[in-house]
């Protein structure tokens, strides 16, 4: 497994233990509500961003600029 795979995993693990967070009503008020809501949105991207580097190493687009 290569570290973006580890590292990708693990931040679908940390979405999905939010989820289930939420789903028990962990969030006390509207406010950790949309805090935990913000965590997901940030996971999500940071996971998109790993899946679109992925792709294009498999690809041979992604050049490194140092």
Known sequence: MSDLEALKNKLESE????QDSLGSGSA???D???EFCGRI???S??????????EANEKGEY???D
């Open 15 to 18: 979405v999905l233990r939010i």
């Open 28 to 30: 006390k008020s509207y």
């Open 32 to 34: 950790e509500y949309k």
């Open 41 to 43: 949105k940030g996971l």
């Open 45 to 54: 991207t940071a996971i998109n961003s790993i899946e679109d580097l992925q």
């Open 63 to 65: 050049e490194d600029d």
